[in-house]
């Protein structure tokens, strides 16, 4: 059992109570009480002194793409195109051991940063280069974080016209047997579940119009969520009008790509009739604001999507496009984006756009919406699992800012006393206590130097 004393909490529940000087108590996997002032004496019970600290529910990362840990600093100053025709080659060369080192490496950075629940979208599968899926998975498990990872895809290589050199495609039946078969392996529905799939074509541009439409009838057939890149760059727009005569969101729609089961990365470049049929269907967005911002793509209309009806989640993307895979980064990135955004005649920005309470629910319960765990996860309340981040806000960096939720915002990243998965310690002190960061580090920069070496 382990007591949170005299803390801040944004609790993020039903009616957003945030308590000044409150406790939180976890038995096992989950959270068994919630109020103001100090806990109750529980015999045995591991105490913290959250004095000087916030308590948030452990934050939700909606989209990335954990390999790229070991490939980043590449193309710094390119496009997406650009950068994805630098790459691919370099990611022709992964393997098991590449991809348990870079999927460790990225998990422990978005531990640091404040994330419980990691999504993940991988969609590079080599010939020869092993079971890709279960070296991220046991290096999820090694770190301890709630893991979701999408079984992604590309089958429109170079010589049909798509952007992948055909060494990275796999063949459409080998992919949805391998994406069917990690299904059955590996998805647990139970409500604690540490371990989900989801089916992941990866974009427009990589991907047959077959794939798309075969993907969406498993994921339904399985009851399992469908996740890919759209509408992230401009380049994209022109592809698909050129190709299919139509927008991104409507060659997704006509491929029964929408509805709540559904959650796109981007999601940058719709107009006002594409955010409100999105919004209809609640097809849920994963806001990547630092990766986009990296590449130039756009910043997303976050608030009127919101508005619309649409979840909408935050994600640091591939760390090949957001060297700092930093959760907290995405909180206030997309709250100044989305204020910096022009909009009207003038080309002045809005300061309503997005306010901090709102940027920490994006992170939180909307982003356990979008992974359709909402019951389970993204708010600090009674019966809900013990996933929770706890901010110490006492530091130089935040001391004389009275609101905690903007201290942890708008102020600059603060240490993290503890962060909980299913009530278990995964990140005490800044630390990372499940690896050992500085072994870690080592084998991060080997495992860079040999994929380099091995695809020059
Ligand atoms: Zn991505």
């Known amino acids: 059992m382990i ?13 957003r109570r945030e308590l000044a000087g409150g406790h939180v108590v976890v038995d096992g996997k989950r959270i068994v009480a919630v109020g103001i002032g100090p806990a109750p004496a529980y015999d045995g019970a591991r105490v913290i002194d959250g004095r000087g600290c916030l308590v948030t529910p452990g934050f939700v990362n909606t989209h990335q793409h954990l390999y790229q840990w070991v490939t980043r600093g590449l193309a710094a100053d390119a496009t997406l195109f650009g950068w994805l025709t630098k790459l691919y080659p370099v ?38 280069g092993g079971d890709l899926l279960e070296a991220e998975i046991s290096a999820a498990a090694k770190v301890g974080l709630r893991f979701h990872p999408a079984r992604g895809s590309m089958d429109l290589g170079e010589k049909d016209g798509g952007l992948p050199p055909d060494s990275v495609v796999e063949d459409r039946d080998e992919i949805l047997l391998a994406t069917e078969a990690a299904i059955d392996r590996w998805h647990d529905p139970s409500p604690d579940s540490m371990l989900r799939i989801a089916v992941a074509p990866c974009s427009p541009f990589s991907v047959t119009a077959e794939l798309m439409r075969e993907a969406a009838e498993l994921a339904r057939r399985k009851n399992v969520r469908l996740h890919t890149h759209l509408a992230e760059t401009v380049d994209e727009v022109s592809w698909c009008d050129e190709r299919f005569g139509c927008t991104p969101s409507q060659y997704a729609a006509d491929l029964g790509w929408t509805g709540s089961d559904v959650w796109f990365a981007h999601g940058i470049h719709f107009d006002d009739a594409e955010i409100k049929n999105l919004g209809r269907s609640a097809t849920g967005i994963a806001h990547c604001p630092s990766s986009n911002a990296r590449l130039g793509a756009g910043i997303a209309r976050v608030a009127d999507l919101r508005a619309a009806g649409c979840p909408v989640g935050l ?33 002045g920005g809005d300061p309503q756009a997005l306010d901090v309470r709102t940027a920490l629910e994006l992170a939180t319960l909307d982003g356990a919406r979008i992974l359709g765990r909402q019951d389970e996860i993204g708010s600090v309340e009674v019966g809900k699992l013990a996933d929770l981040a706890v901010w110490r806000l006492d530091t130089l960096g935040h001391a004389g800012i009275t609101d905690p939720i903007a201290a942890l915002i708008l102020g600059p990243p603060p240490p993290l006393e503890l962060l909980l998965v299913n009530g278990r310690p995964v ?30």
């Open 91 to 128: 990611w022709a060369g992964l393997d098991e051991e590449s991809v348990h080192v870079a999927a460790q490496g990225a998990l422990a950075q978005l531990a640091r940063t404040g994330c419980t629940t990691a999504a993940d979208h991988h969609y590079v599968f080599p010939r020869r």
């Open 427 to 456: 990140v005490e002190h800044d630390t990372v206590v499940t690896i050992d960061e500085q072994t870690l580090a080592r084998q991060v920069a080997q495992t860079h130097h040999d994929l380099l070496t091995k695809t020059t």
């Open 315 to 347: 994600g640091v993307d591939g760390a090949a496009s957001n060297e700092a895979g930093s959760l907290l980064e995405e909180l206030r990135h997309a709250l100044l984006f989305a204020r910096a955004r022009p909009v009207g005649a003038g080309g």
């Open 3 to 15: 007591v949170i004393d005299n803390a801040a909490i944004a609790t993020i529940d039903r009616d």
